[in-house]
């Protein structure tokens, strides 16, 4: 069962457009939900996170939105550029019989067009 | 300069043989994790280990061994009884903190024959 759920796969944006990137989970039991960026034979790199308690956090560019009733989580990047292209991954972690754990969703695929 | 290292980038084996991937961190971290990626199915996590000596599975550990008797190490063993071992394989480490990412290595290609 896929606790988080990407559901669009692919996305493509121009460059100087807005992004937006949303991901769907299913346990409540979650409390901190984080983006990664992953170019391909790389490992992903943090982009951003927000905790449960909040419903927006900002860095730069990149703005995470979440909506607990929703159990919904979106990833927005204003302006786009051409080097965003890359897929995204989103996670979540929560404690799980004593122990940490994070879990990724399948991942979208961004292409930024010049 | 802190990181995650996995050794070796691209790993090719033979049908039937069991291989072991390498993945070293000096961060300090307490926690390591091991997920696999395939195309269109994200990462998914075959082990993770919150201390040494100590180990949990994931949700695909069929067919894998870890150990972990060092806290800045955590290899995984890809043995001849998992089905489907050519995958991307990556380590990640991080704090036992609520609030916190994980760190991933550079990956390791596997590809078996």
């Known amino acids: 069962d896929q606790q988080v759920k990407q559901n669009s796969p692919s996305l493509s944006v121009q460059e100087g457009r807005i992004s937006i990137l949303n991901c769907d989970y299913t346990?409540?039991?979650?409390?901190?939900f984080l983006w990664y960026k992953k170019y391909p034979a790389e490992g992903p790199t943090f982009l951003i996170s927000?905790?449960?308690?909040?419903d927006k956090n900002e860095d730069g560019r990149f703005t995470v939105f979440l909506n607990k009733s929703a159990k919904h989580l979106s990833l927005h990047i204003v302006p786009s550029q051409p080097g965003d292209s890359a897929v995204y991954f989103c996670a979540a972690s929560a404690h799980f019989s004593g122990t940490y754990k994070y879990i990724f969703g399948t991942g979208t695929r961004l292409k930024v067009l010049a | 300069d802190g990181g995650i290292t996995q050794s070796p980038k691209y790993l090719f084996r033979k049908e039937g043989q069991n291989v072991t991937l390498s993945c070293e961190q000096n961060?300090?971290?307490?926690?390591m994790y091991w997920y696999r990626q395939d195309p269109g199915q994200g990462l998914r996590l075959i082990y993770y280990s919150q201390i040494v000596n100590d180990f949990q599975k994931g949700d695909i550990a069929e067919g894998y061994s870890v150990s972990r008797e060092k806290k800045e190490s955590f290899p995984l063993t890809v043995t001849s009884a998992q089905k489907n071992p050519t995958a991307f394989y990556l380590c990640?480490?991080?704090?036992?903190?609520?609030?916190?990412?994980?760190?991933f290595g550079q990956g390791t290609r596997l590809t078996v024959v």
């Open positions: 990640a480490s991080s704090t036992d903190r609520v609030d916190t990412e994980a760190f």
């Open positions: 346990n409540s039991m979650f409390d901190y």
């Open positions: 927000i905790s449960s308690i909040k």
């Open positions: 961060l300090n971290h307490d926690a």
